[in-house]
């Protein structure tokens, strides 16, 4: 039987080579446009052509299969991948949790770590739906959209660990440290997928995090019973694992979730991030409802907490 032409295909690719396919795109008349974190974008009848600053290339359309194969396999890449992915790469169908968080830069809102578990059978699917990392979205509405996704794939099991603003500066106080608060959030969702790996069909094998402490240990140290059954890694830019991309989706997901519920609560348009917006937003609710307020809504150990006090003097 025939194999569906793929509609989605990512890949990383040098800088001369990243060079020479724009150069490509140009003379094939594609029309080039702003996407966030990329180097270059280009359209042409419905295929997207996106290369990203992180080294990704991402190829999304209804001719993705005839662009691989007979543009970018032959006169960029110099091989053919194409239907070779489970041979270039054998752990690539391997069961494993990917684990990421998101609001770790934010003053505003929780820190949200997720976990989710994949296997070989889902793979092509999420692929297919077009999963990446969630800082190379620029849009909510697709963050939302991806997390569905992922949530009604058949077989995926996934947790989230949202820790608000009075969580985190109470474990800020005690722990002294994000990296301390992270390696624990990365541990709690870890034990709590392992509660379930008996419903894991097949139970993964690792669990795969980026490396945010200089020492593995830190995590490693924080594992508890269930997370010290399975291989832990942790390596620098693993949002490249489609696992670790998926939980990406979710925290943020989470994330935006629970922004959206503190501007409802306090009635004020709360933003993400750490700009002068933030500081602005951050002095008004301190008038409307005194310091404290600071503790149900903000990381209060950034920097930013003075900036908003000087703002209200």
Not at 206 to 227: E, H, N, P
Request: glycine residues 8%.
């Amino acid at each position: 039987m025939t194999a569906k032409p793929i509609t989605t295909y990512t890949c990383k690719l040098t800088s001369g080579q990243a060079d020479k396919l724009r150069g490509v795109l140009d003379a094939q008349g594609y029309v080039f446009r702003e996407v966030p974190y990329s180097q270059f974008a280009g359209a042409k009848d419905k295929l997207n052509v996106v290369f990203y600053t992180s080294g990704k290339l991402v190829v999304q359309g209804k001719g993705t299969d005839e662009f691989v194969r007979f543009v970018l396999e032959p006169e960029i890449l110099g091989e053919a991948r194409l239907g070779y992915e489970n041979v270039l790469d054998p752990t690539r169908l391997d069961p494993r949790i990917g684990i990421d968080e998101s609001g770790k830069g934010d003053y505003f809102g929780p820190l949200c770590v997720a976990g989710v578990y994949v296997n070989g059978d889902m793979i092509d699917h999420l692929e297919q739906a077009g999963l990446m990392d969630s800082k190379r979205i620029g849009s909510d509405k697709r963050i939302q959209a991806l997390a569905d996704v992922i949530r009604k794939t058949p077989g995926c099991h996934y947790t989230v660990v949202p820790i608000g603003p009075e969580a985190y500066n109470r474990l800020q106080k005690t722990m002294r440290s994000v990296n301390s608060i992270l390696a624990w959030g990365h541990a709690r969702v870890i034990e709590n997928l392992m509660k379930r790996k008996d419903m894991m069909k097949p139970a993964p094998v690792r669990a795969i995090s980026d490396q945010f402490a200089r020492s593995k240990s830190t995590v490693a140290d924080a594992l508890m019973a269930g997370g010290r059954e399975i291989e832990l890694v942790q390596r620098h830019k693993a949002e490249s694992d489609l696992a670790v991309a998926a939980a990406s989706i979710l925290a943020r997901d989470a994330f935006v979730h629970r922004m959206r519920q503190l501007s409802e609560k306090y009635g004020i348009e709360i933003p993400k991030g750490a700009s002068q917006r933030v500081i602005d937003v951050g002095a008004e609710l301190v008038r409307r409802h005194g310091e404290a307020v600071l503790n149900e809504v903000a990381k209060r150990h950034f920097k930013t907490t003075q900036k908003v006090l000087d703002s209200v003097a």
